[in-house]
């Protein structure tokens, strides 16, 4: 912002936007600049969503009335990856954490499809997306299978209509099964014994079995 006056001017600071339901301007409400001389402003601005957006700022001399204004266009994009994630999990056993997601807008926020690369990751939300509150989604990793000690990355991405997508990258790790319940059988001596063994199966679909001893 330019002083065309030879002595210090205060501006006072306002702002007009397009679309007040979803872009806001924030910066400071007053600005001094030196006489003959010029100051950087920072403006702030903030989207809902994706798209064009526009508004206007004007600097206001109090004593005389004068004014500059200035036109602001920006370009908002898809958010890249808010936060990386890390689970690790033995076979056929469970990992889980929570990811909060805020909503900025004043009425509640409808979620629509949530997505993930991993056929072993799921995403359940937690409750409402309430408005100026924060929404939960719990996340669970399953792995049918030790990954040989590389972890593998996945992208999950919960998709809203009012205030766009999240994206998260996960970084999988899958160790190797946990030992499991020990299985005691007793019979006499040349008589036949047989014991039940229950087998949870995590994997969707037919699954095939092999004994080992």
């Known amino acids: 912002m330019e002083n065309w006056l030879p002595t210090v001017q205060r501006f006072d600071v306002a702002f007009d936007v397009e679309d007040e339901e979803t872009t806001f301007f924030r910066g400071l409400d007053r600005l001094d600049v030196p ?3 010029t100051a950087t402003y920072a ?4 989207a809902l969503d994706v798209g064009a ?3 206007t700022v004007r600097f206001t001399a109090p004593a005389t009335g004068e004014y500059a204004e200035y036109v602001v266009q920006a370009q908002v994009a898809e958010c890249a990856v808010l936060e990386t994630v890390k689970l690790e999990a033995a076979a056929m056993s469970l990992a889980s954490t929570t990811i909060y997601v805020a909503n900025p807008r004043r ?21 409402d997306m309430s408005g100026m509150a924060e ?3 719990a996340v669970s990793y399953r792995p049918l299978a030790p990954g040989g000690g590389a ?8 998709r809203t209509d009012a205030i766009g997508d999240f994206r998260y990258k996960l970084k999988l790790a899958a160790l190797p099964a946990l030992g499991q319940s ?7 001596l040349g008589a036949r014994t047989e014991q039940t063994v229950g087998v949870a199966v995590f994997q969707i679909g037919r699954a095939s079995c092999r004994e080992r001893v």
């Open 35 to 37: 006489g003959g001389s």
């Open 43 to 46: 403006l702030r601005v903030m």
């Open 53 to 55: 957006r526009s508004g």
């Open 107 to 127: 009425a509640a926020v409808a979620v629509g499809e949530v997505t993930c690369d991993s056929e072993y990751v799921s995403c359940v939300q937690v409750g």
């Open 135 to 137: 929404g939960a989604f």
């Open 151 to 158: 972890m593998e990355e996945a992208e999950l991405v919960i």
């Open 182 to 188: 020990e299985v005691r059988v007793r019979g006499s």
